[in-house]
Structures are given as C-alpha cells and as structure tokens.
C-alpha cells in the first residue's frame, strides 16, 4: 500500500478499538466524599513510560515526560501497580525497516488486519525499551512486556492485535482479585485506549487518567479514542480526583 495519510491513520486506529468498544458496562467506580481512595482491589496501570516514547526518543511523544512526576504522585496513593513495557523483537513486522521500500507510517495488510509501520522503537535489550529513569515506584508489583512475537504488533496490554493473543494480565489480575483499573501513561490514543477497552471487554471496572497520559493525536485521535472509551463505559478522571 501507499504512504498513509493521517487521516488514514486515525481510521486505522478507530477500526481497531472499535471491534472491541461497546462490550463495557458503565464503571462502578467508587468516590470519598471528597475523592477517590483507591481500595485494595485497585490497581494503576502504568502503560509504556519508556525512552523510546519520550522527547529525543525514536517515536517519540509530544511532552510525554510531563507524565511522569504526576504517575510518581499516583502511585504513592496505590497499594497495587502493574507496569507495562512495548518490547518487540529486531526485525518485527510493525518496523517499516522490516518490509523493503516501506517508510513509516505506511501501511501494510496483514493476517490480523491493517498494519501501520512505525520506526525501529523499543527493541528488546535495548537503551530505547527501558523504563524512564524518572520513574520511582520501587513497589510496582509486575512489569509486563507485550509486542514480543514477531509477527504481530501489541498495542494492548491484554490483547495482541490479532485479537487472541492473550499477555496474561487478564489471569494475573483475577488470580489477585483486582478488579478496578485505572490507566494512565504512553500514548493515550494507542496503546493506553486499547489497553483500557480490552480491560472493560474483560468485565473489569476501567478509569483513564487524562493528566497522566499525553497522545500522538494524529488528526483527532485523541479525541476519537476518548468517544471510543466512552462507548466502552470508561471514566475520564484526573489525578486531583484522588486523595
């Protein structure tokens, strides 16, 4: 296929949480009087703070780093924290380095579905993959990689995007009765939206703190995956919410 136009992009994206929107129910979650205490069947889930998605990295996010002392904030409110890392393989199919005459961006078709190519970013082993140094929650419980099969991306921290591909957070969090998550991190109109709707699918109660997340925003992606997660019955909170 040829270069895609933003545009093109958003669709790819709303085409993709769209086949797992619609299935939440309305949150549950729960207000002090005067804010949210996150209980011991809360978890925050810190999704993607690395090098590679910071300013100067290889698919870098606009003033992503600014997240990173409000996530330090939270997590001092949470007993429960799951981190997440992008960590793919050298050569993955999403690189545009991987397909001969491909940039990125382009899109390609795949068994799973439409493609987009990204820059080489978050290579296993790798400066690019490590969480940012910034980052202190030395109590962080988990740490979760997604995206290390060759052959198929991950935006999702439950789901690959071939849609069955499990990462094993669903069965983890059951195993340990948390059942309200509250996300925030990198990037919100990708894997952050994703990971957020796969969780409502699952029958979790979901929460997005917006302050704590920064997006692509390719041509209104932001604002297309915030409708997507309303759909899914997902909160829009912000980290003042907590006490």
Request: hydrophobic share 40%; proline share 3%.
């Amino acid at each position: 296929m040829s270069r895609i136009d933003r545009r093109q992009c958003l669709g790819v994206f709303a085409a993709g949480a769209g086949m797992v929107a619609g299935g939440g129910a309305l949150s549950r979650l729960a207000f002090a009087a005067d804010g949210i205490v996150p209980d011991e069947k809360s978890v925050l889930l810190v999704i993607d703070v690395q090098n590679c998605f910071l300013p100067g990295g290889s698919l870098a996010v606009n003033d992503g780093d600014a997240i990173i002392p409000v996530i330090n904030e939270l997590a001092k409110k949470f007993e429960n924290v799951v981190m997440t890392q992008d960590w793919h393989t050298p050569g993955h199919i999403s690189f545009a380095s991987s397909h001969k005459g491909k940039n990125p961006f382009d899109t390609i078709e795949l068994p799973y579905g439409t493609q987009v190519l990204w820059p080489d970013h978050c290579v296993m082993g790798t400066e690019s993959a490590e969480l940012a140094e910034g980052l202190d929650i030395p109590h962080a419980q988990l740490i979760i990689r997604k995206g290390y099969h060759s052959q198929v991306d991950s935006y999702s921290t439950f789901l690959e995007a071939d849609k069955a591909t499990r990462t094993g957070l669903t069965g983890y969090l059951a195993e340990r009765g948390l059942e309200r998550i509250y996300a925030c991190g990198l990037a919100t109109d990708f894997c952050v939206s994703w990971s957020a709707i796969d969780a409502a699918s699952a029958g979790l109660e979901v929460a997005v703190i917006e302050d704590a997340c920064r997006g692509i925003d390719i041509d209104g992606s932001v604002n297309a995956a915030w409708e997507q997660m309303a759909k899914a019955g997902i909160e829009r909170l912000q980290s003042t919410d907590f006490v």
